[in-house]
């Protein structure tokens, strides 16, 4: 019998996220940071709307691009945060959350051949829906002296001829690294100067703890060639809901409401109407777990330095990026032996791209006390690996 698989689906590796959580589920007494999702329940307006609107029967397809009145409320959030201002209709496209709308945005944008940057460390889906899409992945690793940031001069010596996207995750999973206003100007420059477009994932835009989030779209000339990407699964805890956003020029939206019809129709109605009500009343569940999560970064970071271990400040996102270069092992070994001796779950580093080596991600979208308990067993396990090294 032929070879029912496609060739370019089997060489793509699986996440390096997964083995360690299908371990921990089995595990007992096991505690698992690793999973980017808030721990928080989606707040109770926002779930009885979904609950009212299936109530009253709301359970039919809306329009492939998706309810008027969410894509309303979306292009002003976007103009009442970012000072932007977008077509509800024809530059807004509702997706099912923010990951489908990276796959779209490639898939419109790419042609055979054409160049995506990637910076990594980041979040897993980029590389693989790139080679998906046809498009050919280049890798510029970031550096933890530059707190992870995207530098001018990488971007430059990262550009060719085939160059036409790129990807910008900030802020930053799993490094916590953002991208202030003078960081995206000075890259601008180089995305006008060589005509490039960019998909800007701004998933954790609402958990910046530094200062307030700036997207590049809102830079002068910007607008025109960014995707900006958004949605409700980690500012307004509703990561089961799967429910995101695309905002860009009407041609690219277009071509991608386009894929979105033929693929998946439209975003889950209930999840439609119950992101309007977080849209226009959930500022204060935000604010109320932005202060949480950072209230989370101040302790892990401060125990860090009390175990000596070294961790750049990260000022976005719910993830810290230590570095355990110091013991002498692989992050996937660090990982390993973790889970098995401390039965605690983090991520290795290289799960996000080689240059993650001799890192960790760990997130704290965990309780206080889950991160506390976590945290005595790091201590101790740390503390046996110096023990061991001498």
Not at 88 to 114: C, K, W, Y
Request: aromatic content about 10%; overall charge negative.
């Amino acid at each position: 019998m032929r070879n029912p698989l496609a060739d370019k689906v089997v060489q793509l590796k699986p996440s390096g996220i997964r083995k360690f959580f299908d371990i921990v589920s089995e595990m007992k007494d096991a505690i698992s940071l690793g999973v980017g999702e808030p721990d928080f329940d989606t707040p109770w307006h926002v779930r009885k709307e979904g609950i009212d609107s299936l109530e009253k029967g709301r359970t039919t397809y809306t329009s492939n691009a998706g309810l008027k009145e969410l894509k309303m409320e979306i292009a002003k959030y976007i103009n009442r945060t970012q000072g932007l201002t977008y077509d509800h209709n024809g530059e807004v496209l509702v997706t099912v959350g923010g990951s489908e709308a990276i796959d779209m945005g490639l898939r419109a944008m790419l042609n055979p051949g054409d160049e995506v940057l990637i910076p990594q460390p980041s979040y897993v889906s980029y590389e693989p829906c790139t080679i998906l899409a046809g498009g050919v992945p280049v890798i510029i690793d970031l550096k933890a002296e530059n707190e992870f940031r995207l530098t001018a001069k990488e971007l430059r010596d990262a550009i060719t001829e085939k160059t036409k996207v790129l990807v910008l995750p900030f802020p930053n999973n799993p490094t916590g690294a953002i991208m202030e206003r003078s960081d995206l100007e000075a890259i601008a420059e180089v995305i006008l100067e060589k005509d490039i477009f960019v998909i800007s994932d701004e998933i954790y835009s609402e958990l910046s703890y530094k200062e307030k989030h700036v997207s590049i779209a809102s830079l002068p000339g910007m607008q025109e060639r960014t995707i900006l990407i958004n949605g409700f699964s980690k500012a307004f805890a509703m990561t089961g809901w799967r429910l995101g956003y695309a905002c860009g020029p009407k041609a690219i939206i277009q071509q991608m409401t386009k894929i979105h019809q033929f693929a998946i129709m439209c975003a889950p109605t209930t999840s439609q109407y119950a992101a309007i009500k977080a849209l226009k009343d959930g500022e204060p569940d935000v604010v109320m777990m932005r202060e949480e999560y950072n209230r989370r970064r101040t302790y892990l970071m401060k125990t860090f330095q009390e175990m000596g271990l070294d961790c750049f400040e990260p000022y976005g996102a719910f993830y810290v990026f230590p570095c355990i270069k110091e013991f002498g092992i692989t992050s996937d070994e660090f990982a390993v032996r973790f889970l098995e001796e401390e039965k605690v779950a983090v991520v290795p580093g290289t799960a996000f791209g080689d240059c993650g080596e001799g890192f960790l991600r760990i997130s704290y979208a965990y309780s206080m006390e889950h991160l506390q308990e976590a945290m005595g067993r790091m201590k101790r396990f740390v503390e046996k690996l110096r023990a061991q090294k001498q």
